[in-house]
T-cell receptor
């Protein structure tokens, strides 16, 4: 079985400050990792994903994430946030599930609140 | 661009009513999913489907059923709505079954209030 823990339910930050949103996963097999963003009153959209290769993954809107297998983490970072980054961020993991299907498991979400 | 549309953005229903939530995707995706989203609980999978007329239970199927008569359409049915089904419902689709690498494409969501 796989699971995802997003360590912070809410992260307040000032505009132009750096931010890190933390995500840890547990799985007994190799996994694929995703970050999705949900802007107010919208559905989720993909920010970035790690499938294989370089452990540093770059996504849209200046975000990046680093896959750390030894620490089973996939933290999301941005060096300088904007007001428009205020949103809910979801970490997700996919891998073998029962019956051989690959269904993603989502974390509970982190609300990023950017203050002027 | 992939487009996933949901029939309603907001719905208000009474306890005991039968409720239909419709989802349509326009990219010929094989996989479709229904989630509910609640504050502090994230996304929880209700049902998913890999093909027409095929469905599989997710983590919280109780009180729900689904229908997939056409590849592009996946319907969620609340047989007898209850107040604890008040939630945001998100539909998603993806292609290529079974690799785990798929990106999910989400609709804008339906916010359902059951009174």
């Amino acid at each position: 079985a796989q699971s995802v823990t997003q360590l912070d339910s809410q992260v307040p930050v000032f505009e132009e400050a750096p931010v890190e949103l933390r995500c840890n996963y547990s799985s007994s097999v190799s996994v694929y990792l995703f970050w999705y963003v949900q802007y107010p009153n919208q559905g989720l959209q993909l920010l970035l994903k790690y499938l294989s290769g370089s452990t540093l993954v770059k996504g849209i809107n200046g975000f990046e994430a680093e896959f750390n297998k030894s620490q089973t983490s996939f933290h999301l970072r941005k060096p300088s946030v904007h007001i428009s980054d205020t949103a809910e961020y979801f970490c997700a993991v996919s891998g073998p599930a029962s019956g051989g299907s690959y269904i993603p498991t989502f974390g509970r979400g982190t609300s990023l609140i950017v203050h002027p | 661009d992939v487009k996933v549309t949901q029939s309603s953005r907001y719905l208000v229903k009474r306890t005991g009513e039968k409720v239909f939530l419709e989802c349509v995707q326009d990219m010929d995706h094989e996989n479709m999913f229904w989630y509910r989203q609640d504050p502090g609980l994230g996304l929880r999978l209700i049902y998913f489907s890999y093909d027409v007329k095929m469905k599989e239970k997710g983590d919280i199927p109780e009180g729900y059923s689904v229908s997939r008569e056409k590849k592009e359409r996946f319907s969620l049915i609340l047989e007898s709505a209850s107040t604890n089904q008040t939630s945001m419902y998100l539909c998603a689709s993806s292609t290529i079954r079974g690799t785990g690498k798929e990106t999910q494409y989400f609709g804008p969501g339906t916010r359902l209030l059951v009174l």
